[in-house]
């Protein structure tokens, strides 16, 4: 677990993944915090509802139910149906490998993030290096002319 705490793990997670999951469909029914275990459902965007588990071992898919007789929906269910009470060091972890739909938009959040700091970069960098309006010279020309006189 990421915190200190089975009640802050378990809130983290009801708040932190409705960028790749259906938006407030992460429910705990279990805070057994003296058993250090928690139990919670959620749907996958590909119409998939799992129960998992969160403990000091990690987070495990206990059961899964596809919500529609269609694709993508099947053949998630299978792949969480192969991934059953397998302990899961992170929930992103769980997620990415359970979930394609999971997996592309927290590539995209991870690649926006990552875009926003370099753009960020850039403008810092521009704004120390632009040179000054006054100087119409090349800006190694002023040390080059002071280096030989």
Known sequence: MRFG???????????????????????VFVKDEQNGIGRLDLTL???VM??????????KVMSCSPLCNGEPSLSTAQTVQSHLEH??????NLLMTISPMFRQRFQQALYDKLQSVQDQQEQQSSALFT??????????????????N
């Open 131 to 148: 040179p000054s309006s006054q100087s119409t010279n090349h800006p190694f020309e002023d040390l080059n002319q002071w280096m030989n």
């Open 87 to 92: 302990p899961f060091e992170s929930m992103e």
């Open 5 to 27: 705490s089975l009640n802050a793990e378990l809130d983290a997670i009801t708040k932190e993944f409705d960028y790749g999951i259906v938006p407030g469909s992460a429910t």
């Open 50 to 59: 799992i129960v998992l588990e969160v403990t000091d071992e990690g987070y």
């Open 45 to 47: 965007l590909e119409g």
